[in-house]
């Protein structure tokens, strides 16, 4: 129990010098945060973020209010790791449900215990689909299922048995089942403290006479953040990014049309990559197809390879960020969300073409364009003239002011004025004569002497 002992430690070095405005004593708050739902990116984020508020608010004991299904072995082994890491004892409360990689955040805590009722176990890894996954991940999940049980004081071949159906422990496991423990089973062999039926009665047993619990509540900026994360609202994000750039390309230089796509990147990016959805391979697949669209655009004539290319690394890159995949590798990912986030894309895109054939002549119309943008048409029909001189020189002859190489400055009588030639070179001090008058230059050619 080498682990529980260096806790200790540094619990007391915390509860000696740690002081927070606004609690009266460090020594008397119980922290309680919640598992109540599926292991996944946005769960690890919860639990990353509610052990730091543990810290801030002084607790004296963490309390993990658990009931949950399972979930993605590699968030539930950053949670596992952070708990064993952490300086404050934590405590877990199974009220139902330790599925699978609940199993292993539950071993990876100071104490367990279960509810009347209650389940542990069954941590054998499984794909999308409900069938086990390749050997090489139930070797990983076992091994670590091993460690964290020997971390904890914990028979390290029970921890191993909830993995792997073919391990016999004589008395306790069958060959070709999973290892799963009731409350009072687990209580018998080790895997559970005590039969509680409340949070209270669990600061009761560690000897909190007065004290006073602590629920952890996401902010508000992660609730906006959780808000973002909903497939509605990320479709309707697609939707601007993907309207955005192509008002922007239509009436280059308004800036609205860009500026509204950027902030809707931002809004959608941002999220999924706080969530550790979005990985940054993701985000440069993403900004790579924006860049082959823009050489397309601007560099290449017409729609070909860089265009197409570019607009399947944009949704691609949009419809990847919403899935928790391992480079490519869907295995652990469910079907459901890999339809939700290509639907998500797809429907956006559609909402954005659908914006720009009806939508395009109505902004076009609008108040708004009409003061952003230069809408009036200076015809000549209306009194409008390129026309520059106070007077015309069309006939008069004079000499190049300046040398013509075809422009340049020319002199009549006393006016300097602007000139060009039909490309003939005029040096300074010949004689010309004006042919033309167009805008603020005067066409002229050279006076054969």
């Known amino acids: 129990m080498l682990i529980h002992s260096v806790k200790r430690l540094l619990l007391a070095g915390f509860l000696l010098f740690h002081t927070v405005p606004g609690i009266a004593s460090t020594s008397d708050t119980v922290f309680v945060m919640e598992i109540r739902d599926v292991i996944d990116p946005r769960m690890n984020r919860y639990v990353e973020l509610a052990l730091e508020e543990a810290i801030n608010v002084g607790a004296r004991l963490v309390i993990i209010d658990m009931d949950t299904p399972g979930g993605a072995l590699n968030d539930a082994d950053d949670i596992s790791t952070a708990i064993l890491e952490f300086p404050i004892p934590i405590h877990v409360f199974i009220n139902k449900d330790a599925a699978s990689a609940g199993a292993l955040i539950s071993i990876a805590c100071d104490s367990i215990y279960m509810t009347a009722g209650a ?4 941590a054998t890894v499984v794909t999308a689909d409900g069938t086990a996954a390749p050997d090489k991940y139930q070797s990983y999940m076992r091994s670590i299922m091993r460690s964290t049980a020997e971390a904890n004081g914990r028979d390290p071949q029970i921890a191993e048995a909830m993995v792997d159906e073919n391990l016999e422990i004589l008395g306790i496991s069958k060959e070709g089942e999973v290892l799963t423990f009731s409350t009072s089973e687990a209580l018998k062999h080790g895997f559970c403290e005590a039969e509680v039926s409340s949070i209270e009665e669990i600061a009761q047993r560690q000897n909190m006479s007065d004290y006073t619990v602590y629920k952890y509540q996401q902010n508000n900026v992660e609730k906006v953040i959780a808000f973002f994360l909903n497939p509605f609202i990320s479709g309707i994000l697609i939707l601007v990014i993907v309207g955005g750039i192509y008002f922007e390309l239509q009436t280059p230089g308004v800036g609205f049309p860009i500026l509204a796509s950027v902030v809707a990147a931002v809004l959608y990016l941002v999220p999924y990559y706080l969530n550790g959805l979005a990985a940054n391979w993701e985000i440069v697949l ?56 290509v639907l998500t894309t797809l429907v956006g895109l559609l909402g954005a073409v659908i914006l720009m ?34 007077r015309s020189y069309l006939g008069e002859t004079g000499v190049a002011y300046t040398v013509l190489r075809p422009s340049g400055k020319v002199q009549i009588g006393d006016d300097v004025l ?9 040096a300074e001090g010949e004689t010309i004569k004006v042919i033309g008058e167009e805008g603020t230059s005067l066409k002229v050619k050279k006076m054969e002497t």
């Not at 389940?119 to 069954?122: C, E, S």
């Not at 960020?321 to 459901?336: H, W």
């Open 286 to 341: 993403f900004l790579l197809g924006l860049v082959l669209i823009a050489i397309e655009v601007f560099v290449i004539p017409g729609f070909g390879l860089a265009g197409i290319s570019g607009l399947i690394l944009t949704l691609g890159g949009l419809s990847l960020v919403m899935i928790n995949n391992d480079a490519f590798d869907f295995s652990f990912v469910p079907a459901g969300e890999i339809m939700t986030a």
């Open 357 to 390: 054939f009806f939508g395009g002549v109505g902004f076009t119309e609008s108040k708004f364009f009409r003061r952003v943008a230069l809408v009036d048409i200076q015809d000549s029909k209306q009194g409008y003239t390129s026309k520059f001189q106070s």
């Open 119 to 122: 389940r542990i176990g069954a």
């Open 418 to 426: 602007d000139a060009y030639t039909r490309g003939e070179f005029v």
